[in-house]
């Protein structure tokens, strides 16, 4: 028995491994990559380098945009995660713990964001956004992003609203605190670690965002990392594979600070903090 | 303090009415509690008091205003939750002051405030902490402080011992009893526990399906249940039933079961019904060695001082109390007598009781 | 008399915190279909062009288009084994990973990296990896003698599908762990514990008490998942623009092309119609058939007549 226990272990252990390597080893390849020298890359297969270099990087931050993507991407996410999070927690204090008709009905009218055919309606989307002035502007696509962060970000709180007991908000109404302030002092204090994660998760969809950002930032020094990345690497006949691979690092080094920092509050914040 | 008057109360969840005709007035300072089995309608009843459930149809008054229509936090009452409702983001002291804070109070008047109440329930040490921080008595003091502190007008309580250990919810039963001896406070109190209602209750309002079925100090629900409902429910171990006739011989009522005979007292004379459901509490009978009631052991269960027998008497089964001396075993054959001045008779058809004008 | 009770007062109170929400979905997502329901019945071409109205002949012509027709059921494949196999690879790996071991909180965490960085590192990295000449995947297959000559992963009519099956799976697989691993946190472990006293086997307690736990979850992220996946452009559009041929074009990509490259807006915007409709009737049929898990208000309020 304790035989066959350890060999089932074993064996999860390496199915956990194998998806891990597939996982992640793809970043550690093109961050190898990304500091070799292009010609080799094109010429030589083996997996060790015969040279580094920098090369990459150095044409990655002075001859792109990159610092400026990187910055247009960062005020795009900024902003959709200071609106996505008003707007989540309003309207998952409203779906999942007050009681009024047709919230199970509202709740899935938001998910209904994800019917929508992003790909097939940016047409419409950039008349309607001509006319309120939105194109060409990062908020426009901040709003975009928005509307599909919050209502996955709704469901995502939902396991920690609903772990809070009713009896906080009849408490805070028996001493006659209103009902504005309770969400505000009593409610969201409470549920911060899951604020924390749909703040992530608002940030992430802002920053893999392709699509609305193609279709509504015409400038170019309003192109975000996506933008500006697909257009140096794509945008060549042949693919500089030396230079695309830095330019991969260098979207997803603030992501993987991001997670450095706050990752580990993210599965915890979507789960009612079970997580010990 | 204030009084309360609840008129008429109903309330309806759809076709489902749970709570029927509650008429109860509280007095000024009166301890009142709400007892019954699960589902009685009690939590509800108490929940319309506070405001945080409508009323299907009557009044409710306190002290001289009718707050029907008022949200709770216009009622001027304060409850205490079965689980606290702590805010576990704030310590201690910010729990006790947060309601008096959003009124509006001056920083140094809640100060003062959270000060007494800390000290009247031994939280001076604890005010820093977070609720995690605290044992559960520390958490239901707390909870009980935040209620104080506002100085309401009456106090509401939700089961708020029943998340305490054994030993812990009798100790806090004293300290709640003295505390509100103290405040001098109206209290409307909510319990399954029979125990609990008894010790704490000036009055107790048994509750069963909706209705509130007496109302009445603890001693006269305990001595003259007003029906075989309120008879069973109230008193531990619970008092024992069985059918008998009533005939009369030689001038004398007489009660006829199945097993024995019993000659009533000369004050049930005027006793008209011919059949009817016998009541006695098991402390009511002693062992006798001849004559008295005949029955065989079933069960015997030790309970420190006494030892609770349960016999079969006829097709009845019965339990009674004994010293705990007394060697008894299962199988063995008893004989007890019982107090024929503490018989209770119940009508057969709505398990009333049967009230005569008793000469005692 | 009154139904002022502490319920029914914050009706209005939720109404007007939901009602942001609400307006932004309106906004881009109600007016954009109605706006493209005007455009589907028009003859434009290009954005700020002369049209007039044609009624449904877009419509008709779509229906006659053996490409559309064509790319309506590559996007079932794609849906289907998107859809299908993401959520049942993420559900067993959130399994295997939920139990203890070295090491976990660092899975946790880092499994979700694939999902958050950008789609173009994502094209970037795989188009790389994929690449017949140089590319990791080939040499290291070509090393250990498994091929003779390179896979054409993405060039391949035959293959491509899979290939971005497989690298739009890679994307988003962490993430619908990470949902899957949450949700297996808020199970309660005393009813484990009650199973274990039980003698219950690992089976029956992932069948009685893991899968309903996780019923919920698995509803709203079989429609949203779906949905999700049915509407993937980026991806197919950055590593292989449809082809090889029409390999891979979905509806999505064919519209956008037929958009922006084919210069017929109307058209395109049609087709998008035809494909929101299949898809809204899709969302009907599958809420109605769940319609339990997505009574998803708050059961805390329910029971009050204790």
């Known amino acids: 028995m304790k035989l066959n226990f350890s060999i089932f272990s074993l064996l ?263 997580i010990k | 303090m204030a009084s309360v008057a609840l008129k008429n109360l109903y309330k309806n969840f759809g076709q489902t009415t749970v709570v029927r005709n509650v008429n109860v007035e509280i007095d000024d300072g009166e301890f009142l509690v709400f007892v019954g089995p699960s589902g009685c309608g009690k939590t509800t009843t108490l929940r319309m008091v506070v405001g945080l459930e409508s009323l299907s149809q009557g009044e409710i008054h306190i002290g001289n205003r009718l707050v029907n229509d008022l949200p709770p936090g216009d009622r001027d009452v304060a409850m205490v939750f079965q689980n606290y409702a702590l805010y576990s983001h704030m310590n201690v002291s910010r729990n006790l002051g947060f309601a008096l804070k959003s009124r509006g109070l001056a920083d140094q008047e809640i100060a003062k405030r959270v000060q007494r109440v800390a000290k009247m329930l031994d939280l001076e040490e604890l005010l820093e902490r977070k609720p995690k921080q605290l044992s559960g008595g520390q958490r239901q003091r707390v909870a009980l402080g935040r209620a104080v502190v506002r100085n309401p007008q009456v ?83 619970p008092m024992n039933f069985l059918d008998v006739e009533v005939v009369e011989e030689n001038f004398q009522k007489i009660l006829k079961s199945d097993a024995f005979d019993l000659v009533l007292p000369k004050y049930w004379d005027s006793l008209s019904e011919s059949e009817a459901i016998l009541g006695f509490r098991p402390h009511d009978a002693q062992l006798v060695a001849e004559g008295g009631v005949a029955g065989r052991v079933t069960v015997v269960e030790t309970l420190g001082a006494e030892k609770l027998v349960y016999l079969k008497v006829g097709k009845n089964s019965l339990s009674i109390l004994v010293p705990a001396a007394e060697k008894i075993r299962s199988g063995d054959q008893l004989r007890f007598d019982l107090n024929k001045d503490a018989l209770h008779l119940f009508n057969r058809a709505d398990e009333k009781r049967i009230m005569l004008f008793k000469q005692s | 008399m009154t139904k002022q009770d502490f319920r029914s007062r914050d009706a209005r109170l939720g109404f007007l915190l939901v ?170 472990e005393e009813e484990y514990e009650a199973a274990k006293v039980d003698g219950a086997t690992p089976w029956l307690q992932f069948k009685s008490i893991t899968f309903p736990n996780l019923l919920p979850t698995l509803t709203v992220l079989g429609l949203v998942g779906t949905l999700w996946a049915s509407n993937v452009f980026d991806i197919i559009w950055m590593m292989t623009r449809g082809g090889p041929g029409d390999a891979t074009t979905t509806v999505p990509v064919l519209m956008y092309d037929m958009a922006f490259y084919g210069y017929n807006i109307s058209k395109a915007t049609a087709g998008a119609i035809i494909f929101l409709f299949i898809l809204i009737i899709f969302a009907f049929v599958f809420i109605f058939a769940n319609r339990k898990q997505f009574v998803i208000a708050s059961d805390t309020f329910q029971d009050l007549s204790k």
């Open chain 1, 12 to 274: 999860r252990l390496f199915v956990i491994i194998m998806i891990l390597f597939i996982l992640l080893a793809p970043f550690l390849w093109i961050l190898l990559a990304s500091f070799r020298p292009n010609m080799e890359l094109v010429r030589n297969q083996s997996l060790i380098p015969n040279s580094l270099t920098i090369e990459n990087y150095v044409s990655l931050f002075s001859k792109s945009g990159y610092w400026q993507w990187i910055i247009n991407s960062l005020i795009v996410a900024i902003y959709t995660v200071l609106i996505s999070i008003p707007l989540i927690v309003a309207g998952a204090y409203s779906v999942y713990r007050t009681y009024f008709w047709g919230r199970n009905a509202l709740s899935l009218f938001l998910l209904s964001v994800y019917i929508f055919p992003t790909a097939l309606l940016v047409v419409p989307i950039f008349r309607i956004f001509n006319d309120l002035k939105l194109v060409d502007s990062h908020l426009g696509c901040a709003l975009m992003n928005t509307a599909f962060a919050v209502p996955f970000g709704i469901w995502l709180l939902q396991a920690f609203l609903k772990s809070l007991p009713p009896e906080l908000e009849e408490a805070a109404a028996v001493d006659g605190i209103g009902r504005m302030r309770t969400l505000i002092q009593i409610i969201i204090p409470q549920v911060a670690p899951g604020i924390i994660a749909i703040a992530m998760f608002a940030f992430i969809v802002s920053w893999t965002e392709y699509l609305f950002a193609m279709t509504l930032l015409l400038s170019n020094d309003l192109h975000t990392l996506p933008i500006g990345l697909t257009g140096i690497v794509f945008g060549q006949y042949r693919v500089n594979w030396g230079f695309a691979a830095a330019g991969a690092v260098g979207s997803a080094i603030p992501v993987f600070l991001l997670f450095l920092i706050v990752g580990r509050w993210f599965i915890r914040g979507i789960s009612a903090g079970a």
């Open chain 2, 155 to 237: 106090f509401l309580m939700d089961e708020p011992l029943s998340n305490l250990d054994a030993l812990l919810r009798l100790q806090t039963r004293k300290e709640l009893i003295e505390l509100t001896t103290e405040l001098n406070s109206t209290v409307i109190y909510v319990t399954h526990d029979q125990v609990e209602a008894m010790t704490m209750g000036h009055r107790l309002a048994v509750m069963n399906k909706g209705e509130v079925v007496q109302l009445d100090p603890p001693e006269k629900v305990f001595n003259e249940p007003s029906n075989r409902f309120v008879a069973e429910f109230i008193g531990s171990p």
């Open chain 3, 19 to 188: 009602l942001p929400a609400v307006v932004l979905v309106i906004l881009v997502v109600i007016l954009p279909i109605i706006s493209g329901i005007q455009i589907s019945f028009t003859s434009q071409r290009v954005v700020g062009s002369e049209y007039e109205f044609i009624g449904l002949k877009n419509y008709f012509e779509l229906f006659e288009d053996k490409q559309f027709i064509a790319s309506l059921g590559k996007s079932a494949i794609w849906v289907l084994a998107n859809g299908f196999f993401q959520t049942l690879a993420a559900l067993l790996i959130a399994l295997l990973i939920n139990q203890p071991f070295r090491g976990q909180n660092f899975v946790r965490t880092w499994i979700i990296l694939p999902w958050a960085v950008p789609a173009a590192v994502t094209a970037i990295l795989w188009r790389w990896m994929f690449d017949a000449s140089s590319g990791i995947v080939n040499t290291t297959m070509k090393g250990m003698d498994l091929v003779q000559k390179p896979v054409l992963f993405l060039a391949n009519p035959d293959i491509a599908g899979m290939s971005l099956t497989f690298v739009n799976s890679w994307r988003y697989i962490p993430f619908l762990t990470i949902i899957f691993l949450a949700s297996l946190a808020s199970v309660p």
